[in-house]
């Protein structure tokens, strides 16, 4: 299973940072209400001077928890030896096999929103390219923004599901376009159902 998170790096550092930038805003800002009684007297003042930082606070909340993480399951990988009853068993997937999930929060602490089995994909398609030839012969169209960036910049993994065709916009790094790319091109699942079927006697 390959797992992309669109925040690369580390934020536990930057988060105490921001929670000690509002605490301070927060302090100063009660701090200079009390040497100037006068002046910060009247309510209104005070919430005018309230709501920047709420607005900052939601605004960073806003932006962590919309932090999203693809993951697809694109191989089984090889049995491991267990050495406690000798045998090789098979390693379980967090997912089943070849399926793309997008989660959506802080962390590891994503919620699902969207699985897609690779069966359901019908293609990737770079950022600006025309997704319109894929609309015909179905009764719905839905549209997914996974993204933090701009839906003009991200690709678009087309796919159907029932009458209804899905348009999900994402931000794939290198690794995780040519595993989706790969898995649609090959479907690796129509060779295992191939293979699975028992033989005529």
Known sequence: MYSQDQQKKDTKVSDLILVGVIIAAFFGIR??????PETF???????????????????????????????LCHTQPEPYYNEAYCTFEEVRLPFPLYTFNVQKGVAEKGKIVETVHGSEMLALML??????????????????????????KAHCLIYARKDTLYRMYITP??????????????????????SEEPEAK
């Not at 701090?31 to 100037?36: G, I, Q, R, V, Y």
């Not at 005018?48 to 709420?54: K, T, Y």
Request: hydrophobic share 40%; aromatic share 12%.
């Open 31 to 36: 701090s200079l209400m009390e040497a100037f």
């Open 127 to 152: 950022p600006e390219a025309d997704t319109e030839a894929y609309l015909g012969g179905y009764a719905k169209n839905k549209e997914y923004n996974f993204t933090k960036g701009p839906k003009k």
């Open 41 to 71: 007297e009247a309510t209104t003042t005070r919430l005018v001077l309230a709501v920047p930082i709420l607005v900052f606070c939601v605004l960073i909340y806003s932006l962590r928890i919309s932090q999203f993480r693809y993951s």
């Open 173 to 194: 790094d290198e690794t995780m376009f040519e595993h989706l790319s790969r898995l649609i091109a090959e479907k690796p699942w129509e060779t295992q159902a191939v």
